[in-house]
């Protein structure tokens, strides 16, 4: 099990559905990331929250609409999405007050858009 | 542009051979290399991780090797056990930004 917790595992939904991923950390980190990753591709960055600001937006979409509720919560709210946004969604956390501060993913959210 | 180059894509090992995966930079900025292991329906999970300031590190079977001069690192898998059959990925970090991934190997080893 990883210390980053993710719900839910799968998630099926609509192009007219709006849902809701949800992330929980309890390490302190203070920095948190929602990565996009496709089949046997590397994880792609979507957003960073540093101290539940949002530092970093790659290039995101609307449908994607990050939130960072506090220092443990990272939600990602889905809206009008696509066949091609399928995809497993990971949450990660670091701890920005450490040098050299790895990344810890949890285990994802397959989505799949129908 | 790809920040991180990662080869081969694919790799298959007889149990008890050495695996070895190789990974190059251009940007002389970063100073943090790690590498993440990841099994189907899981997330990456942090394996090991090098310093520029050092060339080797060892952790049980799994060694990085490290070229400065080339910005040339690399992980190797000594007497490799099916249960390391899984998607590794290199990763580099210029500390306080963002995290650029090599495009991953999948490795089998074979009984």
């Known amino acids: 099990d990883t210390e980053v917790t993710q719900t839910p595992k799968h998630l099926v939904m609509g192009m007219t559905n709006k849902k809701s991923l949800k992330c929980e950390q309890h390490m302190g980190h203070r920095a948190m990331y929602w990565y996009k990753q496709k089949a046997k591709k590397p994880p792609e960055l979507m957003f960073v929250?540093?101290?539940?600001?949002?530092?970093i937006n790659e290039s995101v979409p609307s449908r994607f609409s990050p939130e960072c509720p506090n220092s443990s919560l990272l939600n990602l709210h889905l809206h009008a999405l696509q066949p091609e946004d399928s995809a497993l969604y990971l949450c990660?956390?670091?701890?920005?007050?450490?040098?050299?501060?790895?990344?810890?993913f949890g285990n994802g959210t397959r989505l799949t858009v129908t | 542009q790809q920040q991180v180059k990662q080869s081969p894509q694919s790799l298959i090992v007889q149990k008890g051979g050495i695996s070895i995966i190789n990974c190059a930079y251009e940007?002389?900025?970063?100073?943090?290399f790690p590498w993440y292991q990841q099994f189907p329906g899981k997330g990456p999970a942090l394996l090991i991780a090098?310093?520029?300031?050092?060339s080797e590190k060892k952790e049980g079977r799994f060694t990085i090797s490290f070229n400065k001069s080339a910005k040339q690192f690399s992980l190797h898998i000594m007497d490799s056990q099916p249960g390391d059959s899984a998607t590794y990925f290199c990763?580099?970090?210029?500390?306080?930004?963002?995290?650029?991934f090599g495009t991953g190997t999948s490795l089998t080893v074979i009984p």
């Open positions: 940007n002389t900025a970063f100073d943090y």
């Open positions: 090098i310093r520029p300031d050092v």
């Open positions: 990660a956390s670091s701890n920005d007050r450490v040098y050299n501060s790895p990344l810890h």
């Open positions: 990763a580099a970090q210029v500390t306080g930004n963002q995290f650029y």
């Open positions: 929250y540093s101290y539940e600001k949002l530092s």
